[in-house]
T-cell receptor, first 110, second 110 residues
Framework: NAGVTQTPKFQVLKTGQSMTLQCAQDMNHEYMSWYRQDPGMGLRLIHYSVGAGITDQGEVPNGYNVSRSTTEDFPLRLLSAAPSQTSVYFC?????????FGPGTRLTVT | GQQLNQSPQSMFIQEGEDVSMNCTSSSIFNTWLWYKQEPGEGPVLLIALYKAGELTSNGRLTAQFGITRKDSFLNISASIPSDVGIYFCAGQGSSNQFYFGTGTSLTVIP
């Protein structure tokens, strides 16, 4: 099993550009989520999904969209990147009561 | 959002010493998780706790789910250099969301 995979590993965007961060898992987990990690602030939940076709907002959803068309994939879309979205983004998947994280995407918005 | 207070914020210890850290919440949780994160990597799940009073070990690591369900503790015995990293607690209440502490940075001096 590859576990949770994320692409790309690094990305630089200009303000106003759009992009999609990819996340995939091969463990047949129903629960998937996206977090951002900023210095001194721990991990903050952006969006999550409890199954295909079901998504919900987390603590910091503004500026981000998600969809869950399959169990395996949970992409995160930035429609118009802003410097405040410079962060490290982690995708996680799991079953009830535990989550397993991917390696992260380091995003810089200039 | 939910606030998790994790302490201490950082620790500098000698190799061989025991380590204790804790996490407190303003709300009741049904699940407590402990993670370790190394530079440039995603958090790795160490221990999961599902029941008030539960004490669970993983090698030299032991974690406890507090009786009040508002706190959790992680102990590391006989620390070694590879224990270096940032340790995060995470809790889940009645919702599907996980909330994370801000982390304890551990440095082990050989």
């Amino acid at each position: 099993n590859a576990g949770v995979t994320q692409t790309p590993k690094f990305q630089v965007l200009k303000t106003g550009q759009s992009m999609t961060l990819q996340c995939a898992q091969d463990m047949n987990h129903e629960y998937m989520s996206w977090y951002r990690q900023d210095p001194g602030m721990g991990l903050r939940l952006i969006h999550y999904s409890v199954g295909a076709g079901i998504t919900d907002q987390g603590e910091v959803p503004n500026g981000y969209n998600v969809s869950r068309s399959t169990t395996e994939d949970f992409p995160l879309r930035l429609l118009s990147a802003a410097p405040s979205q410079t962060s490290v983004y982690f995708c996680a998947s799991g079953r009830q009561g535990a989550q397993y994280f991917g390696p992260g995407t380091r995003l810089t918005v200039t | 959002g939910q606030q998790l207070n994790q302490s201490p914020q950082s620790m500098f210890i000698q190799e061989g010493e025991d380590v204790s850290m804790n996490c407190t919440s303003s709300s009741i949780f049904n699940t407590w998780l402990w993670y370790k994160q190394e530079p440039g990597e995603g958090p790795v799940l160490l221990i999961a706790l599902y029941k008030a009073g539960e004490l669970t070990s993983n090698g030299r690591l032991t974690a406890q789910f507090g009786i009040t369900r508002k706190d959790s503790f992680l102990n590391i015995s006989a620390s070694i250099p590879s224990d270096v990293g940032i340790y995060f607690c995470a809790g889940q209440g009645s919702s599907n969301q996980f909330y994370f502490g801000t982390g304890t940075s551990l440095t082990v001096i050989p």
